[in-house]
């Protein structure tokens, strides 16, 4: 069983930066960033392998955002910066620990998710 949980969440100015932490418990494979604004799907933002340096990101979030991971931690991390009022939403962490599984920003690929932390960015 993996656990979960974020940090980091808050409001900024556009423009503004913020980095998310996410603390995970137990053996995952792969771990991506989630969003959720109102009334709008859950998309996927940006996913790493948790060995390696493979990374991918949602079109909108390209050379803005930069995911890693600090395995000594066990701690994923979202840097963003340039943001953007379209960029307000619910931000989850998410984690899979099954290995014939490619890396990958669907959502029903991860089994372990965190409860979130908001982001809100003000024009």
């Known amino acids: 069983q993996v656990q979960l949980v974020e940090s980091g969440g808050g409001s900024v100015q556009a423009g503004g930066s913020l980095r998310l932490s996410c603390a995970a418990s137990g053996y995952t494979y792969f771990m991506g960033w989630f969003r959720q604004a109102p009334g709008k799907e859950r998309e996927g933002v940006a996913a790493?392998?948790?060995?390696?340096?493979?990374?991918i990101y949602t079109d909108s979030v390209k050379g803005r955002f930069t995911i890693s991971r600090d395995n000594a931690k066990n701690t994923l991390y979202l840097q963003m910066s340039s943001l953007k009022p379209e960029d307000t939403a619910m931000y989850y962490c998410?984690?899979?620990?099954?290995?014939?599984?490619?890396?990958?920003?669907?959502?029903?690929?991860?089994?372990?998710w965190g409860q979130g932390t908001q982001v809100t960015v003000s024009s």
């Open positions: 790493i392998y948790t060995e390696g340096s493979l990374t």
């Open positions: 998410a984690a899979d620990s099954r290995q014939f599984l490619g890396l990958t920003l669907s959502r029903n690929a991860y089994n372990y």
